[in-house]
């Protein structure tokens, strides 16, 4: 496996009004909604290991800790980051931020763990 720590993603994500706290319920405003903006983190980090990884094999999340410190208007573009800091057997630990321009809007830490995706799948049938 070629999964090592220092990797590094970047990937771009336009708040449209799906992604916004009004639509999804998590508050009354138009802005990037904090689940949008984990839900960025969390594809930038899978969509990008996936490509370090078998073609058997992916990743599940299975933890986030996250500060959303400033808003995103409706129709502005973000960019995630995220820096794989370790790997412990088929755990692996990255920081994520997001970015407006060149502001910080949010952060954090994001531990997603490699499976075989047929073992998977009857695991959960």
């Known amino acids: 496996m070629s999964v090592k720590p ?3 993603f970047r ?5 449209t009004s799906e992604f916004t706290a009004k639509h ?3 508050g009354s405003v138009e802005v990037l909604a904090t689940p949008a903006m984990i839900l960025f983190m969390e594809h930038t980090c899978r969509v990008n290991i ?4 078998s073609s058997n094999q992916t990743t599940v ?4 800790d996250v500060y959303h410190v400033k808003p995103a208007p409706v129709n502005s573009e973000i960019t995630v980051e995220a820096k794989l800091l370790e790997v412990d057997g088929r755990k692996l630990i990255f920081y994520v931020a997001a970015y407006l321009g ?6 954090g830490l994001h531990e997603r763990y490699i499976v075989d995706k ?3 799948a009857q695991k959960i049938k």
Not at 102 to 107: E, S
């Open 6 to 8: 220092g990797l590094v």
């Open 118 to 120: 047929e073992d998977f």
């Open 61 to 64: 999340g299975i933890h986030v």
């Open 50 to 53: 996936d490509n370090y990884l």
């Open 24 to 26: 999804l319920g998590s």
């Open 11 to 15: 990937d771009k994500y336009l708040v």
């Open 102 to 107: 060149d502001k910080l809007i949010g952060y």
